[in-house]
Structures are given as structure tokens and as C-alpha cells.
């Protein structure tokens, strides 16, 4: 059974900083394709941060770049989500989903597309006040 669990939402202030977790069991770890999507109230969920765990290749929306840093524990088969310089605007639910690429991903390719992944977790609230 697979199962995607998030953990390390919370509240803080701006310019405050949350690490996100996502444990992942129930597939194989390798040849899939993690990512942490956000959906506010009233909007559409986002893509934010994805990597591709057999190369670690990694790719970010432009709202985040410089700011959050996604890696793993390839080992533990678990996903992180470094959240830096917080701003309002990131307060969502933070969602973790995982998607097999057995043959790897195109080039120049964002795979931040929500319909792109078929495993989500539950999500873990992130608040951000001003």
C-alpha cells in the first residue's frame, strides 16, 4: 500500500523558516519523481519543488527559488522540503506526491503539473503571518 506522510507544518512568522518531511513506503523508492505541491484557499493547487530520486535532479517554481530547498534521504525513501524567508503569500497546505519515470525525464521538462503525479499524502498546513 502506498503511503505518502508529511510532517513539520506549523505557524510562523515572516521571514521565518519550516522543514517539511515526506516519508514515503509501499513502491520502490527509485525511478520516481517527488514532489511538494501547495493549494491556498480558493486557488488552484501548485507545483513547487520536484526531484527525480535516482539522479536527484531538482526543479522549483519561480516564486521559490532562493528561498526553499528540496532534497532527500535516499535511504529512508523520504523528501524534504527546506522552506527559508517565508512570506504570507506561502501560507497553503503543503501536499507531498510521488510519480513513477521509470525511463527517466525529458529534458528541460518542469513535471510540476499536479495531473502529472498519481500518489499524493494528506497534506500539512503551513501559516505564514505578517
Known amino acids: 500500500q502506498v503511503q505518502l506522510v508529511e510532517s513539520g507544518g506549523g505557524s510562523v512568522q515572516a521571514g521565518g523558516s519550516l522543514r517539511l518531511s515526506c516519508a514515503a513506503s509501499g513502491f520502490p523508492y527509485a525511478r520516481h519523481l517527488m514532489g511538494w505541491f501547495r493549494q491556498a484557499p480558493g486557488k488552484e493547487r501548485e507545483g513547487v519543488a520536484r526531484?527525480?530520486?535516482?539522479?536527484?535532479?531538482?526543479y522549483y517554481t519561480d516564486s521559490v527559488k532562493g528561498r526553499f530547498t528540496i532534497s532527500q534521504d535516499y535511504a529512508k525513501g523520504t523528501v524534504y522540503l527546506q522552506m527559508n524567508s517565508l512570506k504570507p503569500d506561502d501560507t497553503a497546505m503543503y501536499y507531498c506526491?510521488?510519480?513513477?519515470?521509470?525511463?527517466?525525464?525529458?529534458?528541460?521538462?518542469?513535471?510540476?503539473?499536479?495531473?502529472?503525479?498519481?500518489?499524493w499524502g494528506q497534506g500539512t498546513q503551513v501559516t505564514v503571518s505578517s
Open positions: 526531484i527525480y530520486t535516482s539522479t536527484g535532479h531538482k
Open positions: 506526491a510521488a510519480a513513477q519515470k521509470e525511463y527517466g525525464l525529458a529534458s528541460g521538462k518542469a513535471y510540476l503539473d499536479s495531473v502529472e503525479y498519481n500518489y
